[in-house]
């Protein structure tokens, strides 16, 4: 086969696999920014149940949320993720279980916490809105 008639076949390939790689990209650094906010959220959650379990059952919730939301107890910044607020911050439920010991744990929960993708679509792939179950932590409480 002579050079000549396999001139810019590779030009057409490649503009004919761009839009698969494209995608493909796409939707990997999206589930990556998912995950990476699921994963901050849990941490906060975490943190929140921590803190708590060192507090007198039934007090310190608000800055539990905070602490859910902002990373700080007080309520000041930027939320840890983003369209993350205090209205997803369920009120904490402590409970006791046993009876020889006693054991006290806190939960705290995270509602109604989506993930919104920052490409709503591209090349006719839709990606919108992901909605996570409840993010919870429990921690057995120290009083």
């Known amino acids: 086969m002579r050079r000549s008639t396999q001139r810019g076949v590779a030009i057409v ?49 608000n800055e539990a949320g905070n602490l859910v939301v902002y990373g700080n107890i007080a309520g000041t910044g930027d939320p840890v993720a983003a369209g993350l607020s205090t209205s997803n911050v369920a009120a904490p439920v402590w409970q006791t279980h046993g009876s020889d010991p006693v054991i006290n744990t806190v939960t705290v929960r995270v509602t109604g916490y989506s993930f919104q993708s920052i490409f709503s679509a591209a090349f006719g792939q839709t990606f919108g809105t992901v909605a996570y179950s409840d993010i919870t932590a429990t921690m057995r409480s120290n009083l």
Do not use: C, W
């Not at 990997?28 to 906060?44: D, H, I, P, W």
């Open 13 to 61: 390939e490649f503009a004919l696999i761009l839009p698969m790689l494209l995608v493909m990209t796409f939707m990997t650094t999206e589930f990556g920014r998912a995950l990476y906010q699921y994963n901050t959220v849990m941490k906060s959650v975490r943190d929140a149940a921590r803190y708590l379990s060192a507090q007198t059952p039934g007090s310190h919730a």
